[in-house]
Nanobody, 114 residues
């Protein structure tokens, strides 16, 4: 069973926003550094944003200032707020620990297109 399930993706126009959610079961997010990854067609999966167990965040240069990663240790969830989306943000987005430890889930598709 995959302990992390992503949701919230969709089709959005350039400049739009989406909020992705990651629900954890069978593991405690508060004990781990968590991250959002993405994989675009024909490309390798890349780490987009990371949040440590203490709350320190790091971002891929191309998303700095546009994406915000957060965690809710009570709800055992993580989120990625994505603003000012660009076509190059189109990808399947996944959450996992950082570095990744668990099997990859199905992810959630984000498509930025006019």
């Amino acid at each position: 069973q995959v302990p992390l399930v992503e949701s919230g993706g969709g089709l959005v126009q350039p400049g739009g926003s989406l909020r992705l959610s990651c629900a954890a079961s069978g593991m405690l997010i508060r004990l781990s550094d968590m991250a959002w990854y993405r994989q675009a067609p024909g490309k390798q999966r890349e780490l987009v944003a990371r949040i440590s167990s203490s709350g320190t965040t790091n971002y891929l240069d191309s998303v700095k200032g546009r994406f915000t990663i957060s965690r809710d240790n009570v709800k055992n969830t993580a989120a990625l707020q994505m603003n000012s989306l660009k076509p190059e943000d189109t990808a399947v987005y996944y959450c996992n620990t950082a570095p990744h430890f668990y099997s990859w889930g199905q992810g959630t598709q984000v498509t930025v297109s006019s």
